[in-house]
Each structure stands twice: as C-alpha cells, then as structure tokens.
C-alpha cells in the first residue's frame, strides 16, 4: 500500500457567510496517495481553485482537517504555515511564476537557498532539473526572455526543487497555446511515471483531462465524480 | 548573502524609480545641510557682528546701570576685580569702559554724542575698533585727543585734526568741558554708532568727567560663544551682588529677536523640506509595493518567510538611501564651503533689515562638520522609518489576496 500524501476530512470553505453564502467547497472529503496524476476539473466557479488553495495552505477550511504526509495543516500557525509550503509543497501558479530579475536557474535555486542547501548540492540539483525540463540551454536567460511554456517549465522546475511531497497547479496551462500545454503535461507526465512525483493539477483543457491518470470533477464545491483510471474510457462529452 | 544580491537586482528592476529615489534623497540632503549651514552661519554671523561692533559678548556694570545710564551709577575701576573677571573660565578678554552722553559742538554746529573713555589696545582686542578707522590714526592711551564717528563728524562739517568742543555733566554733577583734536575718524555700519559716538583714551575722559579711576563698564570677551549663559553666571559669582552682569542678548533684546526670528523661519523651511523628502520617498516605495504585490504574495505562497522578505526590502532601503546620503554628503561639503567663502547676499526689504542693525546683509554658510554629518544622519533616519511601511505591509500581507488580479 502506498502513502497517502493528501487527506482532507470533512473540509468546507464559505463565503460570504455573512450575506449570500457561497459553499465554494462543500463537505469535501479527498485522498491522494504517492505518485498519483490527478486532474481536477469541472465548470468555472465549481470550487478548484478553492479546494488546491485549502489543499496547499494557503487558506484556511471553515470546517474540517487537511493531513499531509500526517500533519494536520488547519492546526499549524500562519508563520510555521510557511514554512511547512517550503519543505513539502512544491506549486505552480497559472503565471508570473518567475521572478523577474533571476535567471532561469537563479529561480529554480530560489526554493533550495530559502531552505539552506549548500551550493554545490544546490548547483547539481539545478542542472538535473534543467536537463529534465530540456531547458539547459536557457539557464542563464531572464523570464522576460523565455515563452509562456518555458516559464511554466522552469516554474516546475523551481517546484520540484526541494523534492516536495506533491506539486499542486491550478491552471498551470491556462496561458499556453496548445502545443506548449501538451509539452509541459509530457514533461509532468515524464516526472510523474519516472520519478514518482505526485500531481494535483486543475483544467479545463479535454486534451489535459485525457492525460490524467485519475480526473476528480467538482460541481458546486462537491465531488461528483471520482475515476481512478481514464485511459480507457471515452472522452467527456463538451458542447 | 544571496540575499543582498537579490536586493541588489532589484533595485534595477526598475532603474528610474531607484535613480528617481536617489536622486530626491541626494538634493533632500544638499538642501537640508545648505539650509542647516545657512541657519548656523547666519546666527555665528549676526553674533559676531553684534558684538564686535560695541557691546561684546558680556558687560559688567555697576548694579541697576541698565536701567539708568548715568555717571552716577560708575564704579572706581580696581585692578583686582579685572584680574578676576579676566582669570574666569572662557573669557577672553577685559576692557574697561567710562561712558556718557555729552554735547558736541564744531565752530557753528552742535549734536548730542556718546563719549566713550577706552583703554585703546583692550578695546580693539574685543571690538575691533581700529579696522574701523576710515581716516588719521588711532589713538594711543596717553592721548589727549578723540577718534570720531563718520557721522557725527559730517553733522558738524568736522575733519581729521580739527577740535571739537565737548560740553556735558560730569561725575556727581560737576561740569565738564573740554577741547579735543580729532585724531581720527571710525566708521560704523549701525547709523546709530555711526552719528553718535567718539572715543577718547580712558584717563582722558576720567579727567573730563571729573570721575577719577571711575568706570561704567567691564567689556568681556569670550572664547565659545556656546558657553556664554554659563560663563555670565561665574562672572558674576566673581564680581558679588553690587554688580550687574549682562550678556549681549540680555544688552540687546531686539537684536537678539531678530535673531531668533530667523532661525525660526529657517526651521520651517527645514520641515517643509523634510516633509517633502517624506512625500518623495513614501511615494516611490508605494508604487513599487504595488507593482511587486503579486510577486510577494507567490513568495510567501511557495514558502519564503517574511523575516526574510522583510529583510530583502530593508537591504533595499538602505542601500538606496545610503547612495543617496554618500553622494548628496560629497557634493554637499563643497557647496557649503564654497557658499561660506562667497556667501548670499541679500537685497530688498532683507537687506534693509539688516542694515538698520549695522549689518551687512550677506549669509555666509557655517561650516562647522557636525551639520555634514547630522542632516544626512537625518535624511538617513527618515528614509530608513519610511521603509517600515513596506515592512508592515509584508507583515499583514496574505498570500492569496496578494495574489488576486
Ligand atoms: N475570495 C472570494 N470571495 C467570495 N467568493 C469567492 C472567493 N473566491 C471564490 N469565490 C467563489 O467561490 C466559488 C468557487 O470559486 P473557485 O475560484 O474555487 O472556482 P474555480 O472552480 O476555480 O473556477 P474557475 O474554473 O473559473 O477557475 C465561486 O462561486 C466563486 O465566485
Ligand atoms: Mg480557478
């Protein structure tokens, strides 16, 4: 049996309480085990982003635990919060990823000088990374001079840097034009089967839908329906 | 370090910001020494003028002179009580004074005068009263002659080497008149010393007022100017009750204002100023929260601490206002000394001012080092507050909302 990296209990987010609430994630219970490649879908406004927030800590549930890796995240302080991010949560947003004035290999260092880790340790793991997402050439390069999908591979890059227990991406292809959406999944997907590295990531896009492994759908914060295999089955009907 | 680095490229994301910031820190704190220096050299200036024309940073009268300037109200001069007060802790210098209102008359013209009986070498030590000779020579102490403001000798068409008849009340109502050459002509920039006054050697005047070893005053000079208020207080421990002991501004009390008035109005030109270094500095630190919000939030989000965050920005700060102190610092130094050589000079109403104290109205910069140092400490100080509100923003800062678009 494999570990279960992600165990949510019972988790709810409302807004608005207060005046119209909405259940933007609604009783929700979640289990991800190691090396699982899980696609999050369902319409605009149906909860993703809200339950990845609540997954990776960066917002609070109103009801429920969240346990990563056995640590119940809705428990820890704001500060120590932050420093649970760094060391098991590796996360790529839709963009701006990059700090601007790094480099290509000064922000994927970025992670591993905030967690202390010597510079030679720090320089090998760089330039596997970069040998990993085909981008050594383009080490030295600023973000400004990279495309939208080269920045959204140094930003997994820079995600998997401190070797994080999973790597949550809501949306990460949401800005790339088609051919770059698949390359980044063919790079997810390498990482996943090769290197075990599990992956919550939130679409829209049916392609990216068809290359996960298991495809969670929310609909009005809650979970309809949960598949643990989708290679066989056909493609979802979209309009 | 890497840290330090970091700040470092930041501060070229956007190269005008940081140049723009520089620059406002680097004028903010040529101007505020140059208003600093301005506001200490024109009070040293003022002062010394002052003094230096007549009244000398301290007099020591008999008791309640002040209020009645009569012969009646001198003391007998005694050698003692000079020594004393020349022997007190920062004073400089001790001359002897008889003084009094008389009547002087040239073949045809008359005019009111104050005579005054000095010792001459002691008297230009503290008053410099021979660099005011415009004409003849000065006078020794063994004279039987009188040197003339430029004035009062045109009122009575009088020149160097004529005589001047002196008509007036001499000690406990004796009368006193007498003949006098004009040894020499003194030229003053207060109208009032310049159309009323003339000297003549100490014995002299004794003997003309009939007030023999008497005086009205002890003229004193000091070394520091800053310790005056003390140095009047162990004066007068030295010389006892039956003396008054008046510094310049307790002798001129309008002067003294005037003064005071202008180092006031400096002072609000140097809180404007300051306020405008806030505004200047606020504002560019609040563009760039703004445009680097996004970012700190994803910072925060993939794990950097805020300690740290906070400290990137306070390495930021310090480095640009520091720059910006250096620079303003080295360019400042020579404008002060070179406005000290070549000071502002006033015209208008200012000047007119000034003239009616004897003044010239020009504004020469003090160069005393302390004004270097403690307008950039300011400038530095003020910069380096300004910067908590980028700290505090960090600190209430959540990630997600920094995040929202
Ligand atoms: N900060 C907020 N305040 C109030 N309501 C919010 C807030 N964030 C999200 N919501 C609401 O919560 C619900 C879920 O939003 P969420 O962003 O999680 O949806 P989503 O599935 O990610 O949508 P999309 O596919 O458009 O990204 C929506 O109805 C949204 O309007
Ligand atoms: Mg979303």
Known sequence: ?239 | MWIVKLAWKNLWRNPTRTLVTVAAIFFAVILSMVAEALKLGVFENLVKNVVSFHSGYIQVHKMGYQDEQILDNSFSQDNTTASLIANTRNVNAVTPRLEAFSLAASAELTKGCLVAGINPELENNITQLKTKLVAGKYLKGSDNAVLMAEGLANSLKLRVYDTVMLIGQGYHGATAAGKFVIKGIVKFGSPQLNNGILFMPLPAAQEYFSAEKQITAYILSVHTDKLLPTTAVAVKRVVGVDYEVLTWEELMPDIKQHIATDSNNMKIVQAVLYLLICFGIFSTLLMMMLERKFEIGMLVAIGMKKSKLILLFIIESVLTVLTGCLAGMVAGVPLIFYLHYYPIRMGGDTAKAYERFGFEAIFPTSTDSTIFISQALTVLMIGIALSLYPIVKILQLKPLTAMKK
């Open chain 1, 1 to 239: 049996m494999k570990n279960i990296v992600i165990d949510a209990h019972n988790i709810s987010k409302v807004y608005n309480p207060e005046t119209i609430p909405v259940y933007a994630v609604n009783n929700i219970h979640l289990h991800l085990q190691e090396g699982e490649f899980t696609a999050l879908v369902g319409p605009s406004g149906s909860g993703k982003t809200t339950l990845l927030n609540l997954i990776g800590g960066l917002d609070k549930p109103d009801h429920g635990n969240i346990y990563i890796n056995g640590t119940d995240i809705t428990k820890l302080s704001a500060r120590k919060l932050i420093e649970f991010r760094l060391h098991n949560i590796g996360f790529v947003f839709q963009s701006f990823n990059l700090i601007p004035v790094l480099t290509a290999k000064e922000n994927a260092e970025f992670i591993l000088l905030l967690q202390g880790v010597k510079r030679a340790e720090r320089d090998k793991r760089v330039l596997q990374l970069f040998t990993e997402i085909g981008l050594v050439e383009k080490m030295k390069v600023r973000p400004a001079q990279l495309s939208g999908g080269q920045q959204q591979r140094v930003a997994v890059a820079r995600a998997l840097a401190s070797k994080p227990r999973f790597i949550l991406a809501d949306e990460p292809t949401a800005n790339l034009d088609s051919v770059a959406a698949l390359h980044l999944l063919d790079l997810m997907e390498a990482l996943n089967q090769e290197e075990q590295v599990t992956f919550l990531f939130s679409t829209h896009d049916p392609r990216v839908i068809n290359r996960a492994r298991r495809v969670i759908t929310l609909v009005d914060g809650s979970i309809a329906s949960d598949s643990a295999v989708v290679s066989t089955s056909a493609p979802h009907e979209h309009p």
